[in-house]
């Protein structure tokens, strides 16, 4: 699939574990962050996204957090299933403009 | 299915030849994106587009050109196709990046031998 050969950051975990994968974005004027995921094979899919006016926001079975003091990202996924197995992206958007900058992602495996 | 194709998925060019990558949409979304994906390096975007015939630069737009006469129709072009192209291309449809989320097509990828 397309994902296949990017030499990305691995986590692996057991399934029905949590996990927890993380991100550093670059600026500090960025107001708006999404977690996205990937399929091998397929575009990225939007998962859940926050505001900078927030630390926290959940969804199903998805948390993200952020602390902007380090300008770091997280993105929680309980009881891991072997469908999260994928590449998943953090993203970013600076202050008022239409463009998301994408990090580099981290390839999540399922270990049964 | 967020009513997005695009066209051609699979190509194999040779250096110096000329490619256009189709991006069709049926949502009529304002916004439509060219990134490019490439390992080490994720997605990183070409050129977007915020209207018919409103496009922008991205930080990668060297080499590519993009055109938007229609709506649902957003092309990138590479006017002469080199080793550094090969890569594979998603194209996105939004009402905006900061409005919510974008949808990905399912990708094209390209080799440039």
């Known amino acids: 699939g397309e994902s296949v050969g990017l030499h990305l950051p691995t986590l692996s975990v057991q399934e029905g574990d949590n996990s927890i994968i993380n991100c550093a974005y670059s600026?500090?004027?960025?107001?708006?962050f999404i977690w996205y995921k990937q399929e091998s094979g397929k575009g990225p899919q939007f998962i859940i996204d926050i505001r900078s006016n927030m630390d926290k926001r959940q969804g199903q079975r998805v948390t993200v957090l952020l602390n902007k003091t380090v300008k770091h990202l997280s993105l929680q996924i309980a009881a891991t299933q072997p469908g999260d197995s994928a590449v998943y992206f953090c993203?970013?958007?600076?202050?008022?403009?239409?463009?998301?900058?994408f990090g580099q992602g981290t390839r999540l495996t399922i270990n049964p | 299915d967020a009513g997005i194709t695009q066209s051609p998925r699979h190509k194999v060019t040779e250096t110096g030849t000329p490619v256009t990558l189709r991006c069709h949409q049926t949502e009529n979304h304002r916004y439509m994106y060219w990134y490019r994906q490439d390992p080490g390096h994720g997605l990183r975007l070409i050129h977007y587009s915020y209207g018919v015939k409103d496009t922008d630069k991205g930080e990668v737009s060297d080499g590519y050109s993009v055109s938007r006469s229609k709506t649902e129709d957003f092309l990138l072009t590479l006017e002469s196709a080199t080793s550094s192209q090969t890569s594979v291309y998603f194209c996105?449809?939004?009402?905006?990046?900061?409005?919510?989320?974008?949808?990905f097509g399912e990708g094209s990828r390209l080799t440039v031998l």
């Open positions: 600026n500090s004027a960025s107001d708006y």
């Open positions: 996105a449809i939004g009402a905006g990046a900061s409005t919510g989320e974008l949808f």
């Open positions: 993203a970013e958007i600076y202050q008022g403009a239409q463009k998301l900058v």
